[in-house]
T-cell receptor, first 111, second 113 residues
Framework: DQQVKQNSPSLSVQEGRISILNCDYT??????FLWYKKYPAEGPTFLIS?????DKNEDGRFTVFLNKSAKHLSLHIVPSQPGDSAVYFC??????????FGKGTKLSVKP | DVKVTQSSRYLVKRTGEKVFLECVQD?????MFWYRQDPGLGLRLIYF???????EKGDIPEGYSVSREKKERFSLILESASTNQTSMYLC????????????FGPGTRLTVL
């Protein structure tokens, strides 16, 4: 049973517009959340994280929002650039310190 | 600059062969992880290790084993490769604290014929 769900396998956005990637989780005990970005033929790279004591974390063009009551987080990219085209994985820290990943959302930013 | 390296980018093996995938990190990290990535399934944890000689099963350990003889090296072993183990294998490492980010290697694309 999936503990981390990314229900949109793909998303297409025009350059300059906002990209919103969504993620839902099932366990209210999860308290640390991360987003990773992955280009083809490369390993994932860490993008941004948020702990459950916050509801927003910002880093440049990237903002992560956490809604604990809904068990939902989202990643906003503003403005989107063609170089942002990649697969984005949402992850939570599991009870053993491991990461539990969603299935990923492929973002395409069109010029 | 932090670095996780994997011994091969691409590997082709035959069914029944014993396969070794090697991962080395130069960041003196205690934690190391092996994942596989498959289309539509995301990244799934195979095994991880918190210290030398220690190992823990992840979500899908069947058909795999691991070895951690030195802190910087974590090996994934396919005892008898099967076609359903054709996948992208990713190694990662992190510091011991729970909320530290994991650094990933470039991955090994393994094809089992």
């Amino acid at each position: 049973d999936q503990q981390v769900k990314q229900n949109s396998p793909s998303l297409s956005v025009q350059e300059g517009r906002i990209s919103i990637l969504n993620c839902d989780y099932t366990n209210s005990m999860f308290d640390y959340f991360l987003w990773y970005k992955k280009y083809p033929a490369e390993g994932p790279t860490f993008l941004i994280s948020i702990s459950s004591i916050k509801d927003k974390n910002e880093d440049g063009r990237f903002t992560v929002f956490l809604n604990k009551s809904a068990k939902h987080l989202s990643l906003h990219i503003v403005p989107s650039q063609p170089g942002d085209s990649a697969v984005y994985f949402c992850a939570v820290v599991g009870s053993q310190g491991n990461l539990i990943f969603g299935k990923g959302t492929k973002l395409s930013v069109k010029p | 600059d932090v670095k996780v390296t994997q011994s091969s980018r691409y590997l082709v093996k035959r069914t029944g062969e014993k396969v070794f995938l090697e991962c080395v990190q130069d960041m003196d990290h205690e934690n190391m992880f092996w994942y596989r990535q498959d289309p539509g399934l995301g990244l799934r944890l195979i095994y991880f290790s918190y210290d030398v000689k220690m190992k823990e099963k992840g979500d899908i350990p069947e058909g795999y084993s691991v070895s951690r003889e030195k802190k910087e090296r974590f090996s994934l072993i396919l005892e008898s490769a099967s076609t359903n183990q054709t996948s992208m294998y990713l190694c990662a490492s992190s510091l011991p604290a729970t909320y530290n980010e994991q650094f990933f290697g470039p991955g090994t694309r393994l094809t089992v014929l």
